[in-house]
């Protein structure tokens, strides 16, 4: 299955909308820290309802630590700086799809650690700043579903 990767998220809700997502498709969820809420906050938990215990959550220190334990993944981050679309991309199982926090997406140091190839973004009118981050992981995660024919998934 697919692995889902949120740097340094911000609104618990939309981490507990990504949880339910991870729940819901069999993808393990990665949270880089430092997060900006506790994992205990009622609405994270609200948003997540009781699918929490249904899954995987890895939480890693820092982006180096989750990036070393890693660097033989294919990670692709989505940024609104790509300039591939997402559905271009190729999807193979295992591959490690990395999201950035609401407020300022992925920062460049981050982005510099990827081939180019691997940076990827979903198309929106000009002018527009971005998607809501769970929305844009349900997007993504999906495509990656549907080229592998929703395997496992009913």
């Not at 506790?38 to 215990?53: C, H, I, P, V």
């Not at 890693?70 to 679309?85: C, M, V, Y």
């Not at 998607?131 to 998934?153: C, D, K, M, P, W």
């Amino acid at each position: 299955m697919f692995q889902i990767a949120l740097y340094q998220p911000e609104i618990p809700p939309n981490t507990g909308n990504i949880i339910r997502l991870c729940a819901n498709t069999g993808c393990i969820l990665h949270l880089i820290h430092p997060l900006g809420f506790s994992m205990e906050t009622k609405q994270l938990r609200r948003a997540g309802l009781d699918y929490r215990d249904l899954m995987q959550v890895r939480e890693h220190e820092s982006w180096e630590s989750f990036y070393q334990e890693h660097q033989t993944s294919r990670i692709f981050a989505f940024s609104t700086k790509a300039t591939l679309n997402y559905s271009d991309a190729k999807f193979q199982e295992n591959d490690v799809l990395l999201f950035g926090p609401e407020t300022r997406g992925i920062p460049e140091p981050v982005m510099d650690t990827l081939p180019s190839e691997q940076l990827l973004r979903l198309p929106m009118l000009a002018g527009s700043r971005s998607l809501n981050l769970s929305n844009t992981v349900a997007i993504a995660t999906y495509e990656a579903l549907r080229q592998h024919n929703f395997s496992g998934l009913r």
